[in-house]
């Protein structure tokens, strides 16, 4: 891995909190993803599935980590399964963990290799009387082809049908959503590397280059800084581009008179960071340009001060909305009478803010965690309001990555330029 080792006591009491959350008599059993094929036989970058590595700090395919708290034997408490090298494997494919590195990476002292797993498992499961098994369970997840976690719910429950099983899910949602130092410290990591890319582009943007110029910036200065690279695909959308929510195709030329919205971040030890910044692409925002980007910049400020302990996710994004709606009042945007007059269940700023303000983050760009729980101290949010205006070409987002502390909160991003008049120094000065 290209990422600084990660102290295993991480994974030791993540384990021990997974652990007090299930049913007496259980065993939980969680899969690596599969290595997913493009053509021929091409297959595309391996990346871990986040709750086994939230749990072992494995990041290797095919491994499957075992838990059975209640066993009588010790030694059958927690258990790895590894995929056992040889000379094939090495040669073509490079080092495998052996089982003493797997040890000292997940805390982990019983580690098998992948053969033995399903005898293992037939004399655990002799004793036991619940069975936890994992799925991606994600609100905005569609999920199309069948996991190395589906196939084994598939067979588990055709050989041990008697057994009652139980979801993970909801427990690792409930873990994931709370960051502990060492996990913050990754997540901070992930900022810093993000903010230097930024300061990068600031730089290097300039009337001709290409979105994909930008991107490719981008990239150099993650992977030359320890990230895998992008937690997700990076959005550099210039002009009227701007005002697609989701825009990948990053090959449009920059234009002088342009803004140009970019939407990226970095990934380090498997955590994401989330970043976005809108800057003019000559240096200097035009004057309705900055009007907007200020409004904004209010709006995201205003939206920063309610992540605190207490508040919701609802309560949060009803308060976020009529900033918002004052804003694009301002902006001559909206109409104060049609805004009296509204549809409470159909707000007109949906028209120019069409997209919610936060989600969680972590171990995924969109974390997982239940948007009905109140926010507690050690939540991260996002903080990306937006005002998209079709008919102008205009589309400014800010983003900023948001620790939620008993002392209210801490911008994970605050020292990445954010303020109009230092991005257009910065870009001047370059």
């Not at 910049?297 to 009803?318: C, D, E, F, I, T």
Request: aromatic share 10%; proline share 4%.
């Amino acid at each position: 891995m290209r990422y600084l080792p990660v102290t295993n006591q991480l994974f030791v009491r993540n384990r021990q909190n997974f652990r007090k959350q299930l049913k007496p008599c259980s065993v939980a059993v969680f899969h690596s993803n599969d290595i997913m094929p493009t053509n021929a036989d091409g297959t595309m970058a391996f990346r871990q599935n986040n709750d086994l590595f939230y749990l072992s700090g494995i990041d290797q395919e095919e491994s499957i980590l075992l838990l059975y708290p209640d066993a009588k034997d010790a030694n059958m408490q927690e258990i790895l399964f590894l995929r056992e090298t040889n000379d094939h494997i090495l040669t073509w494919e490079g080092y495998k963990l052996t089982k003493e590195q797997a040890t000292e990476v997940s805390g982990i002292k019983t580690v098998l290799w992948l053969s033995e797993f399903k005898q293992v498992l037939n004399v655990l499961l002799a004793e036991a009387e619940h069975v936890y098994l994992n799925t991606n369970e994600h609100i905005r997840a569609t999920v199309e082809v069948e996991t190395r976690d589906a196939r084994f719910i598939k067979w588990c429950k055709e050989q041990y049908p008697l057994h009652k099983y139980e979801r993970s899910a909801p427990i690792m949602h409930y873990l994931r959503a709370i960051k502990s130092e060492a996990e913050i410290e990754l997540l901070k990591k992930a900022c810093e590397i993000t903010g230097q890319a930024f300061r990068r582009l600031l730089g290097f943007i300039k009337p001709g280059v290409t979105e994909y110029e930008i991107e490719a910036e981008i990239y150099h200065e993650f992977i030359r800084n320890r990230s895998r690279g992008p937690a997700y695909n990076s959005i550099i959308a210039s002009g009227a581009n701007a005002c697609i929510l989701h825009y990948v195709d990053n090959n449009r030329e920059c234009h002088d008179g342009d803004l140009v919205l970019m939407d990226f971040g970095a990934e380090y030890a498997n955590y994401a960071a989330d970043l976005t910044r809108t800057v003019p692409v000559n240096g200097k925002f035009t004057k309705r340009q900055r009007e907007v980007y200020d409004s904004v910049l209010r709006v995201m400020k205003a939206a920063k001060q309610m992540l605190v302990p207490g508040n919701s996710l609802n309560q949060y994004h009803a308060f976020v909305g009529t900033v918002m709606q004052n804003e694009l009042i301002n902006l001559g945007l909206l109409n104060e009478t049609d805004v009296r007059n509204q549809d409470p269940a159909k707000p007109l700023y949906k028209k120019y803010f069409m997209h919610g303000t936060s989600h969680f983050l972590g171990l995924d760009v969109h974390d997982v965690g239940n948007k009905y729980r109140p926010f507690e101290e050690g939540m991260v949010f996002t903080c990306e309001p937006g005002i998209y205006i079709r008919e102008e070409g205009i589309g400014i987002r800010l983003e900023n990555d948001i620790l939620v502390t008993k002392n209210g909160p801490l911008d994970l991003m605050k020292d990445i330029p954010l303020e109009a008049d230092e991005i257009e120094q910065l870009m001047q000065k370059a």
